[in-house]
């Protein structure tokens, strides 16, 4: 049995039957290709699954297809606006914030809740947001610091 | 410059290998892997698995064409267990369905009766029983034996340090393309597209020209996919090639963490002995190595132990012996550090104990016996541009020791369940493969007609900045913008027989193939420069800024006119070449030689707090002097060291591997395996790269970064240690890492007379030798 939704993401309203079952991770990737949002353990535990649903960081992993009708979601890819990089994602670069960069559109889409309830986050604030996305890579300093030039910039 | 990818990875356009476009017809594979450690696989029923819906077909080994082997040193792991299995997690047959879900779900409905037998998992009773992989190996200096009679204290004493699992966030994933006239085509995340090549041929048994395998970029590897990737890619190979259609074969985490190989556990027995100044005499460690159910880089890892068992120290007379213990776990393997890390953990704990019970500050030791130039190493090299006493003496200063000592002893003077600690590190790691032969890197560059530049080279781009620091070199050498160069995938067509993207050597040996490359180019340019514009001198000819100069002058020409004309003129743009650092070697016989190109070294000091009635800690601070040579790319070299640093970090701390005794791996999941996460860094990382040091065996005198700043993490151990002697200073505490909050309860709580606190049992405290082996 298939379910209808109708979501919009990064601006752009799709209808599709999916199963019951289908994740929305899964929707995201394998129904609308856009594979920025990425799997790391399936588990809500490490956060590289993160999209924006109806203004809120989500893991999208552990949330339902079914359950995102209606929504509005925005993933990594629509972070950008006419081709120029929104200031998180010119801190990433700028303060080198990523190494695999495999976490990345994750820790991008959880900062982007924090700046949203925090235009001007203090360091343990931005940590506390921080708290569910897993880095191997970086150590997170410089994820901290991205962050950090991304409010300096907005704000 | 900053990191290449970092547009694409911010816009979450970078493909890992399952964002790749899907291919029509691609079906998906599932594992079946051994539930039990150890046993005689009695019969596989594969029946009611078939007749789950959407299943296409299942492989077990007979169905294996060419040899069930993929063993990279020793072949003793078949690449589908046959008749025995020999871990929990171990491959027994693959599943091909039309989604990943319908395959793991016939996945479970598999059984297999399996007769059980004994099941190992520590490496000491391994060794008393003759499980050993190779040959016990000893690296030995001066006379230990002779030695003891004159030092004025000996300690001995026993160090167990756990494992550590990757968690690179990309699990491991292939995806296997059969392509026409019996060749196929492998995208894998893998830090050894050779590696992956070589065995997919062996298991299909053709050669390997028929193979290619792609990378772009791994979601992470730190070892974990150097020599582990490739089983993974041999299964969906193996499908795909029965079944003609792309397969894809994408691990879940918890399929991860269960089935691939970690950093190894060792268990060592230490003695160290010393004049009443501190100066070290002599040292002996015996490492027992839990190498797993079978070789993979066990032996070479084990290498790298002996080479690092002395630190950054120089002792006259020291004895090292270390052997790889086979047991019924899955196949440690190359993690960061590649068994280096272990070894200067037994040093450590050797000096720590010592210092106790000479009853003198650590670092005094650590300080007298710090390497000094000409000192003979244990494997005889001797330290060249030794810059173990630079960095510690920059540290001690720049971040002012006495006044850390006062502020801490102060601190822990004023309070009572809180305590602090402080502890030095220096670092001394050799840069090269140990295996002498995989010393070799290979690049080609084109240069294209429009004045681009594709470079292709053997390293592959994991998240270490390899390819920016590429782009950097070949700027460098070139003279001409970074916009106009692309570094490609890692492509066993473009690049033959690459080592392995590993031992933090990917820069210098892949990256000085890319300037020799460039520079055969380039001096075919110049001489055709000379020709056409009457120049007497080549040599002077340069080009800066995209300018061709002739001995610092315009010529009228720019980068895109000369290869347009050089083109016309049908002078070559493109160019492979090789490099081959000279004067390594090493004789296994008598163990002696000149393994390393150089050692990176440097010195970290670490505080900590620690809340003693509870367990639990923060580390405060991390300052340290470290030893880049020139870097190419600051930005990406600092990143590196904070990375390596974390992991190091986590290992010594919360990383808490563990394993029953039936083999089970019981912290098998992201929510029982803990890993450092944004609360756990260090709340202050002060970072000093030393200064005028030249380097010049490294690219533009540039030094290797990857793996070294991993073991400074291991002074966090002995910081911890100090705070817990504050709180308990009539405790002996075993030194036993992780130091997880649960474990330093217990040794402030607990019993410490035995240091049985492991789920792994203890040997006797007597002499054990092998059965048989040797």
């Known amino acids: 049995m298939a379910i209808s939704i109708s979501v919009t993401v990064n601006g752009k309203t799709y209808n599709h039957e999916v199963e019951p079952r289908m994740l929305l991770v899964h929707y995201l990737r394998d129904v609308l290709r856009l594979t920025g949002t990425h799997v790391g353990c399936d588990t809500s535990g490490c956060g590289a699954c993160t999209v924006v649903v109806n203004g809120r960081a989500v893991k999208s992993c552990t949330m339902l297809a079914a359950q995102a009708d209606g929504a509005e979601i925005t993933t990594i890819e629509g972070l950008a606006s006419n081709g120029d990089l929104h200031p998180l994602q010119e801190g990433f670069r700028e303060e080198h914030g990523l190494q695999c960069g495999f976490c990345t559109p994750g820790m991008i889409m959880t900062a982007w809740q924090i700046l949203q309830d925090n235009p001007n986050p203090s360091e343990e604030e931005i940590r506390h947001g921080l708290e569910g996305n897993l880095c191997r890579c970086t150590g997170y300093q410089n994820i901290v610091k991205a962050i950090q030039y991304a409010a300096k910039k907005i704000g | 410059m900053k990191n290449i990818d970092a547009a694409l990875h911010t816009r979450g356009e970078s493909q890992y290998v399952s964002d790749l476009p899907k291919p029509a017809g691609l079906l998906y594979a599932a594992v079946f892997a051994s539930p039990v450690a150890h046993g005689e ?26 040899e069930n082997q993929i063993g990279p040193l020793i072949p003793d792991e078949p690449l589908l267990a046959d008749s025995m299995v020999h871990y929990i997690g171990q491959p027994v047959a693959i599943v091909v369905a039309v989604s990943p879900e319908a ?15 004994e099941v190992i998992v520590d490496p000491r009773a391994a060794f008393q029983k003759g499980e050993i992989i190779g040959s016990p190996r000893t690296f030995e200096l001066g006379d230990v034996d002779s030695t003891w009679d004159v030092c004025d204290v000996i300690v001995e004493g026993k160090c167990e340090v756990g494992g550590q699992e990757h968690v690179y966030l990309e699990t491991q994933a292939v995806r296997a393309i059969p392509t026409e006239a019996g060749t196929m085509t492998l995208y894998s995340s893998t830090q050894s597209p050779h590696a992956v090549q070589r065995t997919v041929a062996k298991i299909l048994g053709i050669p390997s020209h028929r ?20 089983p993974w890619a041999c299964l969906a190979a193996l499908a795909a090639w029965h079944l003609q259609k792309p397969v894809e074969l994408v691990l879940n985490r918890h399929e991860d963490i ?5 950093r190894h556990p060792y268990s060592s027995d230490f003695k160290i002995g010393l004049k009443k100044d501190g100066t070290i005499l002599a040292y002996e ?11 993979d880089l066990s032996p070479a890892i084990l290498e790298r132990t002996l080479f690092h068992s002395t630190n950054a120290y120089f002792i006259p007379n020291a004895r090292i012996f270390a052997v790889s ?109 140990t295996a002498t032969h995989l010393n070799q890197g290979s690049a080609l560059v084109h240069v294209y007609t429009d004045g681009s530049v594709s470079i292709t080279t053997g390293g592959v781009e994991m998240g270490q900045g390899f390819s920016t620091k590429v782009v950097e070199l070949a700027v460098k050498t070139l003279g001409i913008s970074p916009e106009r160069i692309r570094v490609e995938s890692t492509n066993t067509t473009r690049i033959a027989n690459m080592s392995p993207s590993a031992a933090s050597a990917t820069t210098d040996l892949c990256g000085g193939a890319t300037i020799r490359a460039i520079e055969q180019i380039l001096s075919r340019l110049k001489r ?83 809340d003693c009635l509870r367990g639990i800690y923060q580390i405060d601070s991390v300052h340290l002097v470290h030893d880049l040579g020139r870097p190419v790319n600051k930005l990406v070299d600092i990143g590196q060291i904070e990375g390596g640093l974390a992991q190091g970090l986590g290992w010594m701390t919360v990383e808490d591997l563990q394993f029953d005794e039936k083999g089970r791996l019981l912290s098998n999941a992201l929510a029982s395996y803990k890993l450092p996460e944004v609360y756990f860094t260090p709340e ?30 291991i002074g966090v151990y002995f910081a911890l240690r100090y705070a817990m002697r504050a709180f308990a200073p009539d405790k002996d505490f075993p030194f036993q890492a992780p130091l997880t909050p649960e474990r330093v309860l217990i040794n402030l709580y607990g019993d410490t007379k035995s240091s049985s606190i492991s789920v792994k049992p203890q040997s006797e405290e007597k002499e054990v030798q092998p059965v048989s082996g040797k």
């Open chain 2, 684 to 713: 202050k990382i002060d970072i000093t790269l030393l200064e005028k040091a030249d380097n010049p065996r490294g690219p533009y005198g540039s030094k290797a970064v990857g793996e070294p700043p991993l073991m400074y993490g």
């Open chain 2, 528 to 610: 055709f420069t000379a020709e056409q514009l009457s120049l007497e001198k080549p040599d002077e000819i340069t080009i800066q800024n995209e300018q061709v100069l002739y001995q610092g002058k315009p010529t009228g020409w720019d980068w895109k006119e000369l290869i347009q004309r050089a083109y016309m003129a049908r002078v070559s743009l493109s160019a492979h070449d090789f490099w081959a650092p000279p004067g390594i070697y090493f004789d296994r016989t008598t163990e002696k030689g000149h393994p390393f190109n150089y050692h990176v070294y440097g010195t970290a000091i670490i505080e900590v707090t620690l």
């Open chain 2, 325 to 433: 213990c086979r047991t019924n776990l899955p196949p440690f393997t190359a993690f960061r550090g590649f068994g280096g890390p272990q070894g200067m953990f037994v040093m450590e704990c050797a000096i720590a104990k010592a210092a106790e019970v000479l009853n003198i500050p650590r670092e005094e030791i650590q300080r007298k016996n710090l390497l000094k130039e000409g000192d003979e190493f244990p494997y005889g090299q001797k330290a060249e541009a030794a810059r173990a006493e630079v960095t510690w003496d920059k540290a001690v200063k720049t971040y002012d020791l006495s006044a850390i000592k006062q502020r801490i002893d102060k601190f822990n003077q004023t309070h009572f369940e809180v305590k602090k600690g402080y502890a030095l590190m220096p670092i001394c790691f050799g840069i090269s493969f």
């Open chain 2, 211 to 230: 193979i290619t395998v792609d990378v772009k970029r791994l979601g992470g590897g730190f070892g974990g996919k150097e020599d582990q990737a490739t």
């Open chain 2, 41 to 66: 696989i009695v019969n596989i029923d594969l029946k009611k698995a078939r007749q789950h819906s959407g299943v296409i077909a299942i492989f077990t080994a007979r169905d294996i064409p060419g």
């Open chain 2, 285 to 295: 460690v015996r490492h027992y190595q839990n190498a797993g159910a079978s070789a």
């Open chain 2, 103 to 117: 395959a793991r779900k016939a996945v479970k409905s598999i059984q297999m009766e399996v007769k059980e037998l």
């Open chain 2, 258 to 262: 269960l089935m691939t190989g970690k």
